[in-house]
């Protein structure tokens, strides 16, 4: 399964981007997915995930309210919108799928694949 990321960029405190995550190989619809993101000198931390239908969502309570997860299992897609950005939501955020059991988790070991990241930086 590969995944790869799009959709980071530099904005500034306030704004909003959508990233977007497309899956190719493996069985999408049968993954739940996360997106994660790490700052510099800073653990890889979760950041919202969705189940492999797209019912359940769970988010950190750092971007609660701010951030959307969503899925589109017809394109093999995870999109992570994000609105009223912050200095503190600088860093790679990266999707990462979990093969095992279609319900959401916030714990990154449970992920079996990982996309390469994109940087996301939200300065004035």
């Known amino acids: 399964v590969q995944l790869v990321e799009s959709g980071g960029g530099l904005v500034q405190p306030g704004g909003s981007l959508r990233l977007s995550c497309v899956a190719s190989g493996g069985t999408f619809s049968s993954y739940a997915m996360g997106w994660f993101r790490q700052a510099p000198g800073k653990e890889r931390e979760f950041v919202a995930a969705v189940s492999k239908t797209g019912g359940i969502t769970y988010y950190a309570d750092s971007v609660k309210g701010r951030f959307t997860i969503s899925r589109d299992n017809a394109k093999n897609m995870v999109f992570l919108q994000m609105n009223s950005l912050r200095p503190e939501d600088t860093g790679v955020y990266y999707c990462?799928?979990?093969?095992?059991?279609?319900?959401?988790?916030?714990?990154?070991?449970?992920?079996?694949?990982w996309g390469q990241g994109t940087q996301v930086t939200v300065s004035s």
């Open positions: 990462a799928a979990d093969k095992h059991t279609g319900w959401p988790d916030r714990n990154r070991y449970e992920y079996d694949y």
